[in-house]
């Protein structure tokens, strides 16, 4: 993170499972945590299902939990997220709605939660995921309740919710993988865009998650060129959820951990070589011990920048090079 300031990034930040899981009260992995990282976003804690767990009924304990150490740290956190197909409350998902009456639903859940956390955001992914690889709307219970409509009102939510608090500052996003290369999501998002000026809705950033494979990580000229088209509409990009797991085991050979180094490499010089509206990197956990890929991709994973004891991996130099551009 140091090393990315001084090179006019905002940061190189990380996400963490906090509070609720291991890495709460982990004071090793808490200390590599705070000693390279200025950003923080939440694996879950302020996800739908933690925040409103019943109707109109807001918890937000964990994300609370989660700004204090950020802050104590002194990491800015992305929040994450308003508006997603996953981690819904029960609520949510087994209700017939009208359109009317689940609109009503997700301008509450913005306003309530985007009001509560306030400036403690650096910015918001308003709507996560929303797409198809071909560029169309994914089925989930908003598009298939509310229609494509949506995906703009929950822009138009969150920026009238800020504005009610005076927070104009938090910035809004949209976040997906499968759009770090040139193609029709990588379009279709430009189109999404162009839509919500149209309507006159802000919308200031895009979220790269970049969750990638060794040896199959997109190539610099591809990652530079989608960053460059949105950058050309004057968005900010970020990468947000950097990763890059082996598909099978073993995870550790000296030829897996070059490649894997390799891989990091180009993502993070590709936000470098993007110019200053590549604001920040984030990686989505930094030590394969809690990473998320080996629940999700049953025999996958060494996807991290250290390892399972703590151990700085030759990705995590490769990075700090690129970050340096060296
Ligand atoms: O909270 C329950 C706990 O009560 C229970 O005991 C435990 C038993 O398995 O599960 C806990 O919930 C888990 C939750 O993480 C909190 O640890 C869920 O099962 C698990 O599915 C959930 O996984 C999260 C995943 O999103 C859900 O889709 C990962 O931690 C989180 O890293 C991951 O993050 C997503 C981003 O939000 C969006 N982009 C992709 C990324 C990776 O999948």
Request: with cysteine.
């Amino acid at each position: 993170n140091t090393l990315a300031q001084s090179r006019g990034k905002l940061w190189f930040g990380t996400a963490a499972d906090i509070p609720g899981t291991a890495e709460t009260t982990d004071t090793a992995y808490l200390d590599v945590l705070q000693k390279n990282f200025g950003e923080m976003t939440p694996a879950n804690a302020m996800k739908f299902m933690y925040t409103e767990p019943e109707q109109n009924v807001f918890n937000f304990t964990e994300g609370d939990y989660f700004l204090d150490v950020a802050e104590k740290y002194h990491a800015r956190v992305r929040c994450h997220n308003l508006v997603w197909v996953s981690q819904l409350s029960e609520f949510v998902t087994a209700t017939n709605w009208t359109a009317e009456a689940l609109t009503q639903v997700m301008k509450n859940h913005i306003f309530r939660t985007v009001q509560h956390f306030g400036r403690r955001c650096y910015s918001w992914d308003v709507v996560n995921e929303a797409l198809s690889s071909d560029g169309t709307f994914s089925a989930s219970v908003w598009y298939d309740t509310i229609g494509e409509d949506y995906f703009f009102l929950a822009y138009k939510y969150a920026q009238e919710a800020l504005a009610e608090i005076g927070a104009n500052e938090v910035k809004l996003y949209y976040n997906d993988y499968g759009i770090e290369s040139p193609g029709p999501k990588a379009d279709a998002v430009l189109q999404l865009v162009s839509e919500l000026r149209e309507r006159g809705i802000r919308i200031d950033g895009i979220g790269l998650e970049s969750h990638f494979i060794v040896g199959e990580t997109p190539s610099l000229a591809d990652q530079l060129s989608t960053k460059k088209s949105f950058i050309q509409a004057n968005l900010d990009v970020a990468i947000t959820e950097l990763d890059v797991r082996f598909s099978e085991a073993p995870f550790y050979t000296a030829a897996g951990q070059q490649q894997q180094a390799t891989d990091y490499y180009t993502s993070v010089n590709s936000c470098m070589e993007a110019g200053p509206r590549c604001i920040g990197i984030t990686v989505w956990d930094f030590d394969d011990a809690f990473s998320w890929v080996p629940s999700t991709f049953a025999g996958q994973g060494g996807a991290d920048l250290f390892n399972d004891t703590l151990q700085a991996k030759p990705a995590y130099y490769a990075s700090a090079e690129a970050v340096e551009g060296e």
